[in-house]
Each structure stands twice: as C-alpha cells, then as structure tokens.
C-alpha cells in the first residue's frame, strides 16, 4: 500500500500545480468581482486536507477494511458541512468578496473531491 500512496501523492502534486496553474489564470483574466485574496490560501488547503483525507482512509482501509465505507461516508459529511460552514462565515463576514471566495472554493471543493474518488477507486481495483 505504501506505493500506492506515494504514487497518490504524486498525483496529487500535478493535478495540484494544474489547479494552481488555473489559479493564476483566473486571476488574470477574471474581473475584481470574482476575486479574493484567500485564493492561494485555499489551495494550499485544499492540498493539504485531500492528503490527509486519504491518509486517514488508507489507513482506515488497512486497520478495518470494513468499516472502511462507513468512515468514507463519515469523512465526506463531515467535510462537506465544515466547508459549508467556512463559506457562510466568510461570506458573512465579507460580503464584498463573498462571490469570488465562494465560487473558488465550490470549483475546488468538487475538483478535489472528484480527484480523491478516482484515486481511491484506482487504489482498491488494484
């Protein structure tokens, strides 16, 4: 399994630098409207829990395999609703920058989440 994960985190660095690369894009081209100086904040945190998101459930899927839907199924809800609370603050607390914050971190929220499910789906065909 250990090869499986360095070969996951890999694949997180470039599809990573290929979010980051539509970062900058965006920030480029995109009007002041939708923009936010949190945007490089929130990738690194989304880097950051999607990689810890999977080492939680690799492990999990090693200890207990399963439970391994369950703690699936808890992460996910989990996740989705603080997300949801950290949006609902920030767009409560800055309502000017609230469309530019919230659409990033909904784009990278499902980009993210898209790439952790083919990941795992790879990783247990295997």
Do not use: C, N
């Not at 999977?54 to 809800?77: C, D, N, Q």
């Not at 898209?114 to 795992?120: D, K, P």
Request: a positive charge; hydrophobic letters at 55%; aromatic letters at 22%.
């Amino acid at each position: 399994m250990k090869a499986l994960s360095k070969s996951f985190y890999t694949k997180l660095a470039i599809f990573s630098l290929f979010t980051l690369a539509l970062l900058f894009v965006w920030k480029g081209f995109a009007s002041e409207r939708f923009q936010s100086d949190l945007l490089p904040a929130l990738w690194v945190f989304f880097v950051v829990s999607t990689a810890f998101i999977h080492y939680m459930l690799i492990s999990v899927s090693e200890k207990e395999p399963k439970r391994f839907v369950g703690y699936y199924m808890g992460i996910t809800a989990f996740k989705l609703f603080g997300y949801l609370i950290i949006i609902v603050i920030y767009a409560l607390l800055k309502k000017e920058a609230a469309l530019g914050f919230t659409l990033w971190f909904l784009t990278l929220y499902l980009l993210y989440s898209g790439f952790e499910v083919v990941m795992l789906l790879k990783q247990f065909k295997k």
